[in-house]
């Protein structure tokens, strides 16, 4: 990954930022490869890929998520605020927020969080790559 990376940072202009898909298994490894090749100071955050498929172990807890990496080139970096729904149990005790209801409920206008609840690829899918294992790589 690194002999791929390396290049990727070179190519995105001081304002631009890289978003690293992977699973937890190298999760670790290639975070400490962006440390090296974007700097510490330009992670950004790590954010949960949490999805819902069958399949569970009777051995540890269900493996439903996977990690995407975010980091910029420079502190300059440009980023696009997004918000999102935020479903209250009740819209009683917000006196400087905004409440809203629809169809599911009241809600409030939120900062998307570091979490994404995002249905899993099934193989057939084009945006599947069948890639499971990363591979590491001395960097120079």
């Not at 479903?87 to 900062?111: Q, T």
């Given at each position: 990954?690194?002999?791929?990376?390396?290049?990727?940072?070179?190519?995105?202009?001081?304002?631009?930022?890289?978003?690293?898909?992977?699973?937890?298994?190298?999760?670790?490894?290639?975070?400490m490869?962006?440390?090296?090749?974007?700097?510490?100071?330009?992670?950004?955050?790590?954010?949960?890929?949490?999805?819902?498929?069958?399949?569970?172990?009777?051995?540890?807890?269900?493996?439903?998520?996977?990690?995407?990496?975010?980091?910029?080139?420079?502190?300059?970096?440009?980023?696009?605020?997004?918000k999102?729904?935020?479903?209250?149990?009740?819209k009683?005790?917000?006196?400087?927020?905004?409440?809203?209801?629809?169809e599911?409920?009241?809600?409030?206008?939120?900062?998307?969080?570091?979490?994404?609840?995002?249905?899993?690829?099934?193989?057939?899918?084009?945006?599947?790559?069948?890639?499971?294992?990363?591979?590491?790589?001395?960097?120079?």
């Amino acid at each position: 990954m690194a002999i791929r990376l390396k290049p990727m940072r070179g190519l995105l202009k001081d304002t631009g930022s890289i978003y690293l898909h992977c699973n937890p298994v190298a999760g670790h490894y290639l975070k400490m490869i962006m440390d090296v090749i974007f700097g510490k100071k330009n992670f950004r955050n790590e954010i949960i890929w949490l999805y819902k498929t069958g399949g569970t172990s009777k051995r540890w807890f269900s493996r439903k998520h996977d990690l995407i990496f975010f980091y910029s080139k420079t502190n300059k970096y440009q980023f696009n605020h997004k918000k999102e729904k935020s479903y209250l149990s009740h819209k009683y005790g917000f006196s400087n927020v905004e409440i809203h209801k629809d169809e599911s409920g009241f809600y409030r206008w939120a900062g998307v969080r570091d979490v994404w609840d995002i249905p899993a690829l099934r193989g057939n899918q084009p945006d599947a790559t069948g890639v499971s294992n990363a591979k590491t790589t001395k960097i120079d």
